[in-house]
C-alpha cells in the first residue's frame, strides 16, 4: 500500500527553466509534507515543507503547493541550476513523527 | 552546530549474522528514526526513539532493534541477517515537541548481506 507516490522516476530541465516535481497521497490524515534531496553517498537533505493547513511555502527559489482536494502536491524550483540534479523525495508526516516516503524522482538540470 | 553522524560507513556481513549501526543526532535534538532504503525506493520506516523508548514502529520483523542514549545518540541492530536486509540504513534526528515536523537525515550506513 503505498501512500506517498512520485509518479515520474526521471525529469530533465534545461538550466535556468522552471522544474516542476509532482507528488500524490492517498491518506487525508497526513498533517505535514517535506521535499527532501539527496545526492549519491549522502544522506537526504531538507529542502522545504508545509502545513496541511496551508496551500503555499516559499523559501528562495523553491515554492511548494499543496493542493487537498486532489490530494496533491507539488515542488517548483525556478530558476533551475545545475546543482540541482538530484533525487528528490516527497515525504508525509503523520501523528507521531513517521515519515512515509515516495520513490523518488530524479531531476537532471542541463547547462 | 553538528549535524547527524553514523558508523560505520560501509558493512559487509553474512547471513546469519547480527550487526549494530550507530548513530549520533545533531545537537539539542531529542528524538531519532531509523530508516532502511532499498535500492530505487524511498526510505521506509523502521522505529523512533524518544526519551529513550521506542516510539512508534514501521512493519519491521522484531529481530530489527534500538537503543536510545541519555545523550540521544541511538543503535540500530539487526540479528540472523538476510539476504533481503542488504540496504542503506538512515537515521535521522529531530527535536520533538517544539512543533517541528523537520528530520534531518545521517549520510547512511551502507550493509551488504552476502
Known amino acids: 500500500d503505498q501512500q506517498v507516490k512520485q509518479n515520474s522516476p526521471s525529469l530533465s530541465v534545461q538550466e535556468g527553466r522552471i522544474s516542476i516535481l509532482n507528488c500524490d497521497y492517498t491518506?487525508?490524515?497526513?498533517?505535514?509534507f517535506l521535499w527532501y534531496k539527496k545526492y549519491p553517498a549522502e544522506g537526504p537533505t531538507f529542502l522545504i515543507s508545509?502545513?496541511?493547513?496551508?496551500d503555499k511555502n516559499e523559501d528562495g527559489r523553491f515554492t511548494v503547493f499543496l493542493n487537498k482536494s486532489a490530494k496533491h502536491l507539488s515542488l517548483h524550483i525556478v530558476p533551475s541550476q545545475p546543482g540541482d540534479s538530484a533525487v528528490y523525495f516527497c515525504a508525509a508526516e503523520n501523528q507521531g513523527g513517521k515519515l512515509i516516503f515516495g520513490q523518488g524522482t530524479e531531476l537532471s538540470v542541463k547547462p | 552546530e553538528t549535524g547527524v553522524t553514523q558508523s560505520p560507513t560501509h558493512l559487509i556481513k553474512t547471513r546469519g549474522q547480527q550487526v549494530t549501526l550507530r548513530c549520533s543526532s545533531q545537537?539539542?535534538?531529542?528524538?531519532v528514526s531509523w530508516y532502511q532504503q532499498a535500492l530505487g525506493q524511498g526510505p521506509q520506516f523502521i522505529f523512533q526513539?524518544?526519551?529513550?523508548?521506542?516510539?512508534g514502529r514501521g512493519n519491521f520483523p522484531p529481530r530489527f532493534s534500538g537503543l536510545q542514549f541519555p545523550n540521544y545518540s541511538s543503535e540500530l541492530n539487526v540479528n540472523a541477517l538476510e539476504l533481503d536486509d542488504s540496504a542503506l540504513y538512515l537515521c535521522?534526528?529531530?527535536?520533538?515537541?517544539?512543533?517541528?515536523?523537520?528530520?534531518?537525515f545521517g549520510p547512511g550506513t551502507r550493509l551488504t548481506v552476502t
Open positions: 535521522a534526528s529531530s527535536l520533538r515537541g517544539q512543533g517541528s515536523y523537520e528530520q534531518y
Open positions: 545537537s539539542g535534538h531529542n528524538t
Open positions: 526513539y524518544y526519551r529513550e523508548e521506542e516510539n
Open positions: 508545509i502545513s496541511s493547513i496551508k
Open positions: 491518506n487525508s490524515m497526513f498533517d505535514y
